[in-house]
């Protein structure tokens, strides 16, 4: 990720609210992209999203001006990029039938990161 922010980053930088952690990107904005930011996490989810959102960015960084509002990681795990008010990105579940159906979006955030990253649920 050489090349980005003021250091030559992007960094991943996350805050507890009332309604669970929040992580968000800092530096893509330098590169004239758009920030992106997860909230409501469980606190046990936060290291592994950590992860998500860095490849997310990578993923902006190489799509350049032209944004996507899907998001195809590895392994089929597919984001949808919402844009929310100050410029920002919202990560959240694609539509269905891949999003989450009952199970809700906890579960949904679960298994994107045993699917990408398995070792950071266990």
Same mark, same amino acid.
């Given at each position: ?36 930011? &997860?909230?409501?996490? $469980? !606190?046990?989810? /936060?290291?592994?999203? %950590?992860? =998500? ?6 993923? #902006? ?29 919202? &990560?959240?579940?694609? $539509? !269905?039938?891949? /999003?989450?159906?009952? %199970?809700? =979006? ?6 994107? #990161? ?9």
């Amino acid at each position: 990720m050489k090349g980005w922010g003021v250091r030559g980053e992007v960094r991943v930088v996350g805050a507890e609210r009332s309604g669970g952690l929040e992580l968000r990107t800092a530096g893509l904005a330098a590169r004239g992209l758009p920030e992106v930011r &997860v909230t409501g996490l $469980p !606190p046990y989810l /936060g290291q592994g999203w %950590a992860r =998500v959102l860095g490849a997310v960015a990578a993923r #902006l960084a190489a799509a350049g001006p032209v944004l996507p509002v899907l998001v195809d990681l590895d392994g089929g795990v597919v984001l949808r990029l919402v844009p929310e008010k100050e410029g920002t990105l919202a &990560v959240a579940p694609p $539509p !269905p039938p891949d /999003g989450p159906a009952a %199970a809700g =979006v906890e579960a949904w955030r679960r298994d994107v #990161l045993t699917r990408l990253f398995p070792e950071a649920v266990s």
